[in-house]
């Protein structure tokens, strides 16, 4: 009886597991290719791809799976065989790896000096897909020259792209003679050097090609014609013709000027309501009785630093004594430094050395920019825009401290050479009875020849206009 028990127990086990492995047999499932995969966003992906066998027929809930959304997400399988069904989840992750695109519409935007493009027509000439676009340049539409754009593109995830172009400011001008080389005179026997008798510059390009046709003999007496062509990098060209003679007749000695502007004749030309009369000095007038030239009339004074060359300054040699004496005298004071530098890291080490032998002295008149050397203006290679820009790093590393800042300049090279006549204060050099200049200008330095009480040489007299 016992063994019949056992051996039915036994069956229905044995069936028991004949019918569950049947049942696991019918049993609808899934063996996905991959598990829990990393797609890209807006990428295309389709949800059979990822079904690598099945027990059933697989319905996908949509033929595509959705990357729309950055971060994990959930999709849905109906598995089906005979009358069993089953739902199973398939996870993936959606990021964002791929930078936004950049269409850059032109490599090279074109205008004309002074048509200035807005913001918006610099940005349109860069399409992006995605993102942010983000514009970087320091164009400036007054001044020649090529100016990089950079562009940078950034989607939400901190993908970033960068591409660039350039905005060609075109360059129309042709180059400045300041002296033609006309007439020069050579001793038989000297060198001829073009560069000795011409001065000559470019608005944009910091080096002009001169081109001489024709020759002078310095071994033969005679009068020689030449033919010059100067261009630019732009093409402008600007020519002329000059004569140049050599001579074996020994020069004749100049006569010595003596000639002087009084200052009480000065006084009585230019004196008068809303203007001030002073002197420009330097170490070349010598020991200055500042009191002396007070009581004569005298009702401010600027005086030179130094000159600097290659960001060194060399301190002019009566500049703390002229300091101290104008402000023991009780006289208004300017400063101005003759510059020869011709880059801005150069400017900036000199006018550093300029404020420490400054020190803590208050001034009641500007800081001046005193860049003069036109006459052999090439040998400097830099154009008249970098100049310019010299000019804006002087200025605003005065005004950064504290002080103001002016240019000086003759009439001819503030209206050929300078651009910021109009924005910032100007001390015009003009010798005569009357400025004919038209810009505007806060001080007129008169003549070169004053004669003052207290000043041993002649002296440079201005006008500080005050209304």
């Not at 850059?104 to 004309?112: G, K, N």
């Not at 203006?377 to 100049?387: D, G, K, N």
Request: aromatic content about 12%; overall charge negative.
């Amino acid at each position: 009886m016992k063994k019949n028990v056992k051996l039915a127990a036994g069956i229905a086990v044995l069936l028991i597991a004949v019918l569950a492995g049947g049942v696991l047999l019918l049993r609808p499932s899934i063996h996905f290719t991959q598990q829990h995969p990393v797609l890209e966003r807006t990428e295309s992906y389709r949800a059979l791809d990822y079904v690598g066998r099945a027990n059933g027929t697989v319905a996908p809930e949509t033929e595509m799976l959705d990357t729309e959304e950055v971060g994990e997400q959930s999709f849905h399988y109906k598995v089906k065989k005979w009358i069993f069904e089953r739902d199973i989840v398939f996870t993936y992750t959606v990021e964002d790896t791929i930078p936004p695109q950049i269409a850059l519409l032109r490599e090279v935007l074109f205008c004309d000096p002074g048509v200035a493009l807005s913001e918006e027509e610099i940005r349109a000439n860069a399409e992006i897909n995605e993102g942010t676009l983000t514009v970087e340049t320091d164009y400036e539409a007054e001044f020649s020259g090529t100016y990089p754009v950079k562009v940078r593109a950034e989607d939400d995830s901190g993908n970033v792209s960068e591409a660039s172009f350039n905005i060609v400011v075109r360059d129309t001008e042709a180059p400045v003679v300041f002296r033609s080389g006309n007439g020069a005179v050579f001793q038989v026997g000297e060198e001829f050097d073009a560069n000795a008798i011409m001065s000559y510059g470019d608005n944009a390009d910091p080096r002009p090609v001169l081109e001489l046709s024709g020759k002078v003999d310095t071994s033969e007496p005679g009068e020689y014609s030449l033919y010059a062509v100067l261009t630019d990098a732009s093409g402008n060209v600007t020519d002329w013709e000059l004569n140049v003679t050599v001579t074996d007749e020994e020069p004749e000695p100049s006569e010595p000027d003596d000639s002087y502007y009084a200052f009480e004749e000065f006084r009585a030309d230019h004196g008068g309501p809303g203007r001030k009369l002073g002197i420009d000095i330097s170490n070349w007038q010598g020991d200055i009785d500042f009191r002396a030239a007070k009581a004569a009339g005298c009702e401010f004074v600027i005086i030179r630093v130094g000159y600097s060359f290659q960001g060194e300054l060399t301190v002019d040699k009566r500049f703390h004594q002229n300091l101290d004496g104008a402000k023991a005298a009780g006289l208004p004071v300017g400063i101005y430094l003759f510059c020869y530098d011709n880059n801005e890291e150069d400017l900036r080490k000199s006018l550093e050395q300029v404020y420490q032998e400054l020190g803590d002295t208050a001034l009641e008149l500007p800081v001046v920019f005193d860049w003069e050397n036109f006459g052999n203006y090439q040998e400097y290679e830099v154009s008249f825009q970098q100049l310019n820009h010299l000019y804006d790093v002087f200025a605003k590393d005065a005004e950064s401290r504290g002080y103001q800042a002016m240019l000086y300049g003759s009439k001819y090279y503030l209206q050929s050479v300078w651009n910021h006549t109009d924005t910032r204060p100007v001390w015009l050099a003009q010798y005569a009875s009357r400025p004919t200049y038209n810009g505007p200008y806060e001080i007129w330095q008169v003549s070169e020849k004053g004669k003052l009480d207290g000043v041993p040489e002649r002296v440079d007299l201005d006008i500080l206009y005050t209304d």
